[in-house]
């Protein structure tokens, strides 16, 4: 494979910005260019001092005048509720009887799951969105459907089989045995097999039972290399019925921490309503609250307090939460962020927002030496912004002077029309990802 030299306005994070304008937590270059071989990036910096580092074989893309990024990453989202996103008019606790608990069952049929995992990773990839962690449904032929549709991109992704064992229809639930047995099968097929990471899912404590829990505990001690996700404290509703299946738990997060799941690798979607001790415990575990703005407004959960974690130092991400989010765009989400802070008097600066969805997610997955940045060694997933792909935004920008200011622009106007490419590993996935949109008729 030839050196690829992408020539653009780079921007990539090396640090939190400390402030609204520290400039020692990122580097950008305006005649930027970023040198890729055999898939991962060897350098940044400068176009004219790289070129010649890059030499006459080559290949240079000029992406000029749009930004050059990381590729941006989910911490948490559904792949089986793609075809459920925007269904109507219910909190949590319904919204999954009447909907979710519907939708999922089709993927026992393997050739929908198929379907939808090829779609889903196209779906990430036409908004800039290069690495996810997914849960699947309870059949085991929806995690190989989605591993298989992730390594056939060449993406790095993380995903798990949903674990549930009670308070779901009887076609989506498995026993403490066959939840383990499948996570251990499934972790041995794919758990490190090229950019695969696996994810114990327990979906959350209202469908697991102690026995399944348990079940976790053992699942997650034999595998100290796998990640553990689940849900915590996201609707007032859900916290009374949780809290009442465990009565000898101190708190919804004692529930998670009787069975031993909490740690480093540990994603927690939404803890919207957590005391501070239960945030402490998330801090001294250092497991990481993912905060799902458009899925926690869309569902009318509650707002997400950010700078409670940070004063409390507990680790955070952000996230889509597709089909409870509502868009697969990582602008978009972080364009929710700001309203769900900005109401609660916190402000959320442009450069915070893009390191929280590039370095600052990958840094929660503890994936930062692969993704996340652009530095050298880096694995080559990149994504190209363009900030006047509609033409309001088009407009607005004549009157941007600044880069916070077309950051800020993009990411409160921007959706996947903004993306004007997406690399995986040092290839270019749009081009052919709007050809098959075209076919899709
Ligand atoms: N809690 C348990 N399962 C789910 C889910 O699928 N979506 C959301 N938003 N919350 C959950
Ligand atoms: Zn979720």
């Known amino acids: 494979m030839s050196k690829l030299l992408l020539r ?5 994070f090396v640090d939190e910005p400390k402030s609204i304008d520290d400039q020692s937590a990122y580097s950008y270059f305006e005649d930027g260019a970023v040198l890729v071989d055999n898939g991962k990036v060897v350098d940044v910096g400068e176009y004219a001092a790289l070129a010649s580092v890059a030499g006459p074989q080559a290949l240079i893309v000029d992406h000029r005048p749009h930004l050059i990024l990381p590729g941006f990453i989910d911490t948490h989202l559904h792949f089986p509720q793609t075809q459920a996103i925007a269904s109507y008019g219910a909190q949590l606790l319904e919204w999954l009887n009447t909907y979710i608990f519907v939708e999922e069952q089709k993927f026992s049929s393997t050739a929908h799951a198929d379907f939808i995992a090829g779609r889903f990773m196209d779906e990430l990839l036409r908004n800039g969105t290069t690495s996810a962690a997914a849960y699947c449904s309870v059949h085991r032929t929806s995690v190989d459907a989605y591993f298989a549709a992730a390594e056939k991109r060449n993406m790095l992704m993380i995903g798990g089989k949903v674990m549930m064992d009670r308070n779901a229809p009887d076609a989506l639930r498995d026993t403490p045995q066959s939840g383990y047995d499948d996570t251990k099968t499934l972790i041995a097929k794919w758990h490190g097999r090229g950019r695969a990471h696996y994810a114990i899912s327990p979906r ?3 469908t697991s039972t102690p026995e399944q829990m348990e079940m976790s505990r053992a699942l997650v001690r034999e595998h100290p290399e796998c990640y553990v996700q689940t849900h915590l404290s996201e609707n007032k509703d859900e916290i009374a019925y949780a809290t009442s299946l465990y009565p000898s738990a ?3 997060t004692d529930i998670y921490a009787n069975y031993d799941l909490l740690g480093s690798k540990t994603l927690l979607g939404h803890c919207i309503f957590l005391s501070d001790r239960e945030i402490a415990t998330l801090a001294e575990t250092k497991s990481v609250a993912v905060f799902c703005p458009t899925s926690n407004l869309f ?23 597709v089909g409870g989010g509502t868009s697969f765009s990582m602008l978009e989400t972080m364009s929710e962020a700001y309203k769900v802070l900005h ?15 590039t370095l600052g997610n990958a ?4 994936l930062e030496d692969r993704i996340g940045s652009l530095r050298a060694g880096a694995d080559a997933d990149i994504t190209i912004l363009d900030s006047r792909a509609k033409p309001a935004m088009e407009l607005r920008m004549r009157t941007a002077t600044t880069l916070a200011e077309e950051l800020f622009i993009l990411q409160t106007m921007g959706d996947d029309r903004s993306v004007s490419e997406v690399y995986v590993a040092g290839k270019p996935m749009k081009s052919g990802l709007d050809k098959a949109a075209a076919s899709h008729g």
């Open 8 to 12: 653009g306005r780079v921007l990539t």
């Open 204 to 206: 959350f404590a209202i």
């Open 250 to 252: 101190k708190d919804y």
């Open 299 to 321: 569902l009318g959960s509650g707002l997400f307090d950010q700078g409670r974690f940070k004063e409390l130092g507990a680790r955070t991400s952000v996230a889509t939460d």
């Open 343 to 357: 109401v609660q008097g916190q402000r959320l600066s442009p450069f915070a927002s893009y390191y929280m969805m």
């Open 363 to 366: 840094r929660a997955l503890g």
